[in-house]
């Protein structure tokens, strides 16, 4: 693509919107509450993008979504535009909002349009999709487990969050029109999120003293500091060039002139032969043992090693320090506590998909990996075909603290369609 091609695209086409994001924000795509079935046809019914074990998302409810993304998608971008590709494969209402936002591109062929529309489309119906699609497994997920949330606990839930990021319901009302949403998307929003925090609570293995310790004895090198030696150092190409230095040191003459006339280390050739905090094992053996067995102060050599020969001095003892578990306890705790929610979050993920995933149908022209059966697009000479891009949080419901809105078989209440 060239420079006028990148300016033309940049209009309209910024990075996608990542739709994972944290309750703390507020920010994701919402829906009305989807009552799952514990069976259902595995058929796509005609107004709907994909089913999921038979509860359909329609056709409706994607492009509200797809219009929520591409608010984002222009909000990032600093445009004014907001270009909606939801019409594969021809794209004719793209091209047409294009060339009426766009004036600049309106006498652009409409085969460049409708490339730069399904590239876009791509982008933003891939992230949509993944996020409708595993709203609903985490919802069946819960609904097969006899995970429940009541409509009392999602309110509570939903006020506390709204409170603690707007100061007045207008400033909340102003959001929901910024970002293209309804009240109902956020409540919804907070009751999948509600939801999988309690799957992951399940699938969350408590980090034991016994674990923590077994880690500390396992990684004792992590929590302390090894026992070092600074030395000074002369390394030759001969034996006789190294009793030749030694000589000169014994009688009187500085490291910084032996050094500088005798060594074959660049390093410290210049600098009086000093080497400081060698610890066990960083140089190579012939020194490395003399390092650790001479006393201080004590002339030693010429020592026979792999790369010359040297003449040593231990200049200074370092003693090595060791933090006691107690101390390390908490960061080996954090560590081992962030691992467990990895662990559960990717187990939570496993078993929504094993459940749900072979029951997961999409049209063709909204695959994308969470739908059975899909395959990624092969490469091409050109490059590499667009694959299907994750949100923020990968494939993974987002952290504890963060929501996963879903999609309905219908559009949220009190919206309309973009």
């Known amino acids: ?96 909002q294009v060339r009426e936002q766009i004036p600049t591109l309106s006498k652009t062929t ?13 982008e933003l119906s891939d992230q949509v999709l993944d996020f409708l699609i595993k709203a609903y497994w985490y919802q069946a997920d819960a609904y097969r487990m006899g995970i429940h949330i009541t409509p009392h606990q999602v309110n509570q839930a939903f006020d506390k969050a709204k409170t603690s990021q707007f100061k007045t319901d207008q400033q909340y009302q102003t959001f929901l029109t910024e970002t293209g949403q309804t009240n109902a998307d956020i409540l919804f929003r907070v009751r999948v999120n509600t939801l999988y925090d309690k799957l992951l609570k399940r699938a969350t293995n408590k980090v034991s003293d016994a674990d ?47 050094a500088a ?66 101390k390390a306890k908490p960061t080996i705790k954090q560590l081992l506590e962030s691992n467990a929610s990895t662990a559960a979050n990717s187990a939570v993920n496993k078993q929504a998909k094993d459940h749900f995933g072979t029951r997961t149908l999409c049209r063709d022209a909204y695959a994308m990996g969470d739908c059975h059966g899909f395959h990624p697009p092969k490469t091409t000479t050109t490059g590499v075909t667009p694959t299907p891009t994750t949100p923020a949080g990968g494939s993974t419901a987002p952290a504890s ?3 996963a809105p879903a999609g309905g078989s219908t559009a949220p209440a009190g919206t309309t369609t973009h």
């Not at 030696?229 to 910084?256: F, P």
């Not at 020592?303 to 040593?312: A, E, I, L, S």
């Open 261 to 326: 006339k005798y060594s074959e280390d660049t390093t410290t050739k210049h600098s009086g032969g000093l080497l400081q905090d060698v610890t066990q094992g960083q140089e190579e053996h012939a020194l490395n043992q003399v390092a650790f067995s001479a006393p201080l102060n004590q002339l030693q050599g010429p020592v026979h090693g792999t790369f010359g020969w040297y003449v040593v001095e231990v200049v200074k003892k370092n003693p090595g320090s060791q933090q006691p578990l107690s």
């Open 401 to 403: 603290g963060s929501t």
């Open 110 to 122: 409409d085969k460049t349009l409708r490339a730069d529309c399904s590239q876009l489309f791509t």
């Open 212 to 258: 923590i310790e077994k880690y500390y004895n396992a990684h004792k090198s992590q929590f302390g500091t090894p026992a070092s030696r600074n030395l000074r150092v002369v390394r030759t190409k001969t034996e006789a060039e190294a009793k030749a230095a030694m000589s000169a040191l014994k009688s009187g003459q500085s490291w910084d002139t032996v």
């Open 1 to 96: 693509m060239g420079v006028g091609d990148r300016s033309r695209r940049e209009r309209y086409y910024a990075p996608p919107m990542r739709i994972l994001k944290p309750i703390a924000a507020l920010v994701a795509l919402g829906a009305v509450a989807l009552l799952v079935s514990a069976c259902g046809s595995s058929s796509i019914p005609g107004d709907s993008v994909a089913s999921v074990a038979g509860n359909p998302i329609t056709t409706r409810a994607f492009n509200h979504w797809m219009f929520v993304a591409a608010k984002s998608n222009a909000a990032q971008s600093g445009t004014p535009q907001v270009i909606v590709p939801t019409d594969p494969p021809a794209f004719h209402g793209c091209i047409k």
